[in-house]
């Protein structure tokens, strides 16, 4: 298939890009390297530098190429930002989806894959999450994954695109071979900052809140490698040759508290990984774990790193020989 990846050249599209090819898929990324990376992009997939608010440039690329499938990991990403500059998740995240999905409609484009996120469920009543409980976006950047969602539905209805829409909990990991991870800037997830502090870039970790109800009071989260992402992607995009759209959750249905991820960071790296304790952050819930039954059942997906040791060990290859990331950091 020859396929479009947008943000190709971020933390997960970059891992997907290179599966893809690896499995004999053509590749083409899109990417405004607003926060992605050109080195993180395969050398056999093109690259086309573009911005998805740029309609003419969205024109001329679906005019270029006959693609047989999109996967869109285009997006602003951070929770904390959506609330203090709304507009620019609104704007950017919802107007580049809307351009994007009305070139997929006018070039017949037949499937597509949305990276939509665990963000949509703000204070499940169920855990393990499944698809069936109620969407409450938890932030401005979930309620702009919750519009995509809509507008999918309102493409299957009207244009006939078969999607799947993929709500992951926390992508992480680096491929195993150590040539690409995560390179985010600023950081705001767990597992590489705990990694930054291995490194000797932090002098400390903090831990926001230690009276949650959990075993030893630190917040439950769901890792999922990034590679077993780009495996369900793949999966789903092969799948919507039935016919029809879905949506599924994936995480690899471990939960691990936060003093776990950093007893598991101590022993794969030696370091010692000091820790503080800071008041709890608003909006934080005590657990949050996917229920991935349903990918399971229907399409026979399952995470092969679904030990949290195994994850960080491909993280850890990756920061310690490539300390500043791809070495191209935007402030
Ligand atoms: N990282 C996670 O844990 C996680 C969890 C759930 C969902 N997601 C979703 O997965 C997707 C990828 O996340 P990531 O961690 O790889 O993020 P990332 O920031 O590393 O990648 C996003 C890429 O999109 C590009 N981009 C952003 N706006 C663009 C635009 N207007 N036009 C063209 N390119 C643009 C960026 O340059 C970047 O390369 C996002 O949609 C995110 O919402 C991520």
Known sequence: ????????????????????????????????????????VHPHATFVHG??????????????????????FASHILVGESMQNPWKYLRDNV???????????????????????????????HIPINEDEPLIPGSVYGETKFIAERM????DKLYELKYCCLRYFNASGAHPKGHIGEDHYPETHLIPIVLQVALGQRDHLTIYGSDYNTPDGTCIRDYIHVLDLGEAHIMALEALADGRSRVYNLGSGS???????????????????????????????????????RIKQELGWSPKYDHLQRIVETAWNWHKN??????????
């Open 95 to 125: 107007a580049g989806t809307t351009n994007l999905l009305e070139a997929v409609a006018s070039a017949h484009v037949r499937r597509f894959i949305l990276s939509s996120t665990a963000n949509l469920f703000d204070k499940p009543q």
């Open 152 to 155: 999918l539905m309102w493409m």
């Open 51 to 72: 911005d998805l608010l740029d309609q003419e440039q969205l024109t001329d690329l679906f005019a270029s190429h006959t693609f047989d499938g999109v996967m869109h």
């Open 255 to 293: 939960g691990y508290s936060v003093l776990e991820v950093v007893e598991t960071a101590r022993a794969v790296t030696g370091h010692p990984i000091p820790l503080q304790y800071g008041q709890r952050r608003s909006g934080d819930v005590d657990v949050l774990v996917a229920d991935s039954s």
């Open 322 to 331: 490539h300390p500043y990331g791809f070495g191209d950091r935007k402030k």
């Open 1 to 40: 298939m020859k396929v479009l990846v947008t943000g190709g050249a971020g933390y997960i599209g970059s891992h997907v890009t290179e599966l893809l090819i690896e499995r004999g898929h053509q590749v083409v990324v899109y990417d405004n390297l607003v926060a992605g990376h050109r080195a993180a």
